[in-house]
Structures are given as structure tokens and as C-alpha cells.
């Protein structure tokens, strides 16, 4: 699990550290003091080898653009592409580093294996649009290369790593979950699927009767070559997106902790379309899925509710779990650490704000 964060010039975070992280993680602060900034950078660290990680990070915030000032500079520090980025994060066994830097003077190696005409095209893109290059450091392995990108705003990247063959190591595992996800996607049809294959279903059922305590099922069906999801309540099968979307929103986060055993799963504002009655069980399940499959969660809010069910939850979850204030002063990002029983009397005894 991740031990410490370190983040320096990503988006609106100039310097900011958090240490001693725990199973589940609240981040907590007002608005634009970098919650959702930090969930980005750990997600970027650790998917950066995806070429589109770029085109989510930017449809994470709503935004759809090609070009360099478009998708490269929003990563900078108040989009100073001139000040490099550094993420680290550090866990039991390992640390990983990743750093950022424009180059104006990158061509694409003539030995990558694209048609000329292709490649003519790239050449002639990167003389008027800045490429991206990275480094990343896993303790002994290492990768160096570039991003870049065609006139139709498409990343390619050319990577060299340490390895005999160039060969890539995996690392850790993210799912990013952001606030608006409540939506019906092919992944979710996906992972039921999966989990009906596994006979594992049984889990998730538990969990949205969080929601509605009459659903009984959950199915894929085909229907005229689609496939589709389905629940049954009170013998009738009905499409799950008219299950509202509290109910979709339940079964992203928890698909998304039971996918990958071992991996990271950053939730910005947990709290979204939920109803503050279901935050205590919503623990109690968060808690035993993150301990059933060695999973860590990173979760922003500005619920105070959920804080609450937080501190009421059982000890063995609140002894897996922090909080996290994010706060500004005199133009600078800090970060405040506190224990569940040190945040619980910070709250009630000194009436100290913690959303």
C-alpha cells in the first residue's frame, strides 16, 4: 500500500506531502485547495504508460481539446510548462517517481517502426508543438522517453527502459472514480459478467441493498445483440439506469475495488449522489472489500456526514483509516494528518470544520 505521496508542480499543487497513509484515506478541504489534484497525480504516476491517461485527466475536469497547450500544459503548475513535475509515492517495498518536462527540441527516433509518410507527419507536429519528456523510477527499473503527438491531436510515445528486449515492467494498479460517474458504461457490464462467470455476484447484491433492500438480482441480459444490465426487484427485471444513479455510483466503487487485488482506488467526492442514510453500511462494505482484497482507497469529500458515519464505524475500520485537511495560507498548499479519534475529538470537542 502507499506509505507517502509527494507532489510538486502538477496542475494547482506546487509542493504538497502526505505521509503515513493508511488503508482508506480521506481527503478533505474547501474548494481549490487541490483534493482532486492530488487523486490526479497518483492516478498519472501510476497509468502513465497509457497514451490516452492525457485525454482522461482532461475528461476528468470536463474537458475535451487536442494540441500541446491543451493537453500538455494543464498538467503544469499554473501552466508553467517551463517548471518540471514531480510525483513520488512511496510504499512498504518501493518508491516511484515520475518527472515531466517540456522539449522543444524532441524528433521521433527514425528507428520506430511507422510509415514514413506517418512519421514525416510527426516530425513536422513536433516543430510547432512542444513534446513531453518523462522519466519514471521504480528502484531498479527505469524509463525514459517522450509523448508526442500528430496534427490530429493523437499521442504516440517512444520509450526506452533498462531493461534487456525494452522490455516494460507492470506496477501498481489505479482506478480513478470521479465524481460524475454515475452512468451506465460497458465496464460494468463487463465486471458483472465476470463476476456471474466467478459466481461471485453475491457481493454486490449485498451492496446495493444498501440502496433498495427489495433488489434481489443482478443479471446481464442480451437483447437485439446488446447486452445489457438488469435487476430484479420483487420478480421484475428492470434495467439498472432507472435504478437511479446512487445505485450506480454503489456498484462503480465497488467493482472497482474488487477488479485488481493489490491496487489503488481514488474516488473524488465518495459522497456524490448518495443519501447520507447509507454512509455507515457504505463503510462497513468499503472496509471489508478493501481488506478482503488488499486494497487501498483514496477518497475525497465534503460531506460532513460521511465523516461522521466514519467515526461511528467499527474500530477495525476506523483503525484502517485518516483524514487529510487540505487548506491554504499565505499562497501555499499544507496538509493536516489526523488519526479517526483525533479527527472525531477535533470535530466534536473544538468544533474544528474537517469538509
Not at 460494468?188 to 433492500?213: F, T
Request: proline share 2%.
Amino acid at each position: 500500500m502507499i506509505q507517502s505521496i509527494c507532489v510538486d508542480h502538477f496542475r494547482g499543487i506546487e509542493n504538497v506531502v502526505l505521509n503515513d497513509l493508511h488503508r482508506i484515506s480521506i481527503i478533505t478541504g474547501k474548494n481549490n485547495t487541490g483534493k482532486s489534484t492530488l487523486l490526479e497525480a497518483v492516478f498519472f504516476l501510476l497509468d502513465h504508460m497509457a497514451v490516452d491517461s492525457f485525454l482522461n485527466l482532461n475528461a476528468f475536469r470536463g474537458v475535451a481539446v487536442a494540441g500541446a497547450q491543451n493537453i500538455w500544459e494543464p498538467l503544469f503548475y499554473r501552466m508553467d510548462s517551463h517548471t518540471p513535475i514531480r510525483i513520488g509515492i512511496k510504499t512498504e517495498e518501493k518508491e516511484y517517481v515520475l518527472e515531466c518536462q517540456r522539449d522543444d527540441s524532441y524528433l521521433p527516433n527514425t528507428n520506430m517502426l511507422l510509415p514514413e509518410n506517418k512519421m514525416a507527419k510527426f516530425r513536422e507536429t513536433t516543430k510547432e508543438m512542444f513534446s513531453l519528456k518523462f522519466n519514471y523510477a521504480s528502484m531498479d527499473y527505469k524509463e525514459e522517453g517522450h509523448f508526442f503527438l500528430d496534427k490530429e491531436g493523437g499521442v504516440l510515445r517512444e520509450i526506452k527502459t533498462n531493461r534487456e528486449g525494452n522490455e516494460l515492467e507492470s506496477g501498481m494498479i489505479a482506478r480513478y472514480l470521479h465524481s460524475s460517474i454515475a452512468r451506465m458504461t460497458d465496464y460494468l457490464v463487463d465486471e458483472i459478467g465476470r463476476l456471474e462467470l466467478a459466481d461471485q455476484k453475491n457481493v454486490v447484491i449485498d451492496v446495493l441493498r444498501l440502496l433498495d433492500p427489495e433488489i434481489e438480482d443482478i443479471r446481464t441480459i442480451a437483447q437485439q445483440g446488446n447486452i445489457q444490465l438488469y435487476i430484479r426487484v420483487k420478480d421484475k427485471w428492470i434495467p439498472l439506469q432507472y435504478a437511479g444513479d446512487g445505485t450506480i455510483k454503489i456498484l462503480n466503487i465497488c467493482l472497482a475495488i474488487m477488479e485488481h487485488r493489490d491496487s489503488v482506488v481514488l474516488i473524488d467526492e465518495i459522497e456524490s449522489g448518495l443519501h447520507y442514510s447509507v454512509y455507515h453500511n457504505l463503510w462497513k462494505y468499503i472496509g471489508q472489500l478493501c481488506e478482503e482484497n488488499n486494497c487501498q482507497l483514496l477518497a475525497t469529500t465534503h460531506s460532513k456526514e460521511i465523516i461522521e458515519a466514519l467515526f461511528a464505524s467499527e474500530k477495525e475500520i476506523c483503525q484502517q483509516s485518516c483524514i487529510y485537511t487540505m487548506y491554504d495560507h499565505m499562497g501555499k498548499k499544507y496538509v493536516r494528518r489526523m488519526s479517526i479519534e483525533e479527527a472525531e475529538n477535533a470535530s466534536q470537542r473544538l468544533g474544528m470544520e474537517l469538509r
